[in-house]
């Protein structure tokens, strides 16, 4: 072989580079829960562009750890000075206070592989804390509030709090504990709006109306009532792979489907979303919605 014909055969051989991993990362899909469910506190499904999964996850982890702080602080304002009242030696204060960094890095969040393209997973720790509902709502809320976007790379955040083999018995199963204490029934019992809004990625693909009559069928109607347009409670059933993820959110149409990019979009004369394209102020319609093409939200019974 010539020198000529050695360049041109390297050269395809790193063009070709990145193909051969992608097929090889592809060999592993089968391997592990793509979302665990042996994670007691539940976690958060990222969605993302394909090719930008850890950059995202590193992204949401930042801000999940903010919140989460955040959160459990305001829930426990009288930590510090409780501390202080207990001693006044201030070595043996930092002596502690180290021993809650080590003990915090040991549980803290972890990035689980979904090992799907666009997505990834945050595990929260087994800890009092905050929920990830709580978290999310909180990542939003921020958001809406500032439209600054702090994780570009991140789509939607979905909070799941359980998680099971993806076949319709293990489901079956596992439905019931998802919707305990979101929909009360009996004697004085309030109405509830509420929908079920399935989806699939990479996984096998089951009857959605079967799916999601399990959920729907748990839940008692009246008091509570089926409605597409603005529930107040929404059940996620997340088929991810080999693994079934579910959560049940608040505010899901009200905040762009915990959509964190949609929600620091500015919205002209209330129905196109506009950005800058240019220095000299030309305006664009861009469409952000990296929704699955598989997205139903059913009602029951229909």
């Known amino acids: 072989m010539s ?3 050695k360049k041109r055969s390297g050269d395809n051989g790193r063009q070709n580079g990145y193909s051969k991993k992608a097929k090889y990362y592809q060999k592993q899909s089968g391997s592990g829960a793509a979302i ?3 994670t007691p506190a539940g976690g958060v499904l990222v969605t993302c562009e394909t090719h930008f999964e850890l950059k995202a996850a590193r992204e949401a982890l930042t801000l999940i750890e903010e919140h989460f702080d955040k959160l459990k602080s305001h829930a ?3 930590y510090k000075e409780s501390k202080e009242k207990i001693s006044k030696d201030i070595s043996a204060l930092i002596a502690q206070e180290v021993e809650d960094l080590k003990d915090r890095k040991q549980h803290r969040f972890k990035i689980h592989n979904v090992d799907v393209k666009g997505c990834t997973f945050i595990i929260f720790p087994d800890e009092a804390g905050p929920s990830p509902l709580d978290v999310v709502l909180s990542i939003l809320r921020e958001a809406q509030q500032t439209k600054i976007l702090r994780a570009r790379n991140c789509h939607r955040l979905l909070p799941l709090s359980h998680a099971c083999y993806c076949d319709v018995e293990h489901i079956k199963e596992l439905a019931p504990k998802a919707l305990e204490g979101h929909f ?5 019992a309030a109405c509830i709006p509420f929908s079920v809004e399935y989806e699939h990625r990479s996984a096998d693909k089951f009857d959605r109306m079967e799916i999601i009559n399990i959920f729907a069928n748990l839940i008692d109607s009246p008091p509570h009532k089926v409605d597409l347009g603005s529930p107040q409670k929404t059940v996620l059933v997340q088929l991810t792979r080999n693994a079934c993820g579910l959560g049940v959110v608040t505010h899901y149409k009200e905040l762009a489907k915990y959509n964190i990019r949609k929600l620091t979009e500015v919205a002209e004369e209330g129905t196109e979303t506009v950005k800058k394209v240019s220095n000299k102020g030309t305006k664009k319609v861009v469409e952000t919605d990296t929704q699955p093409k598989d ?4 009602e029951k019974g229909s």
């Open 3 to 5: 020198d000529a014909d």
């Open 36 to 38: 665990p469910a042996g």
């Open 76 to 78: 426990q304002p009288s």
């Open 184 to 188: 009360p029934s009996g004697e004085g």
């Open 295 to 298: 997205t139903a939200i059913e």
